[in-house]
């Protein structure tokens, strides 16, 4: 299996918001990019988020919704 399969196996299997945030991390570093951020709505439109930006990047884009 590999790295990237690996982690689209964990991906799938994340119970909680951390464990999605190290997934985050990984990818970023797999691919050697500077951010990446995994953002997604549930069925009543809760929008969900994790990702590599500082606080004050996503304070901004939500404050700009």
């Known amino acids: 299996m590999s790295k990237l399969e690996d982690m689209q196996d964990h991906l ?3 119970k ?5 945030q190290r ?4 990818l970023r570093e ?3 990019v500077n951010h ?3 953002h997604w709505v549930n ?3 809760e929008r969900f988020g994790c990702g590599t930006y500082g606080t004050d990047w996503v304070d ?3 404050e700009k919704d």
């Not at 997934?23 to 990984?26: A, K, L, N, Q």
């Open 30 to 32: 797999h691919y050697d």
């Open 23 to 26: 997934i985050t991390e990984r």
């Open 16 to 20: 909680a918001l951390e464990e999605l």
């Open 43 to 45: 069925s009543v439109g």
């Open 12 to 14: 799938t299997q994340a």
């Open 36 to 38: 990446v951020v995994y």
């Open 60 to 62: 901004r884009y939500l």
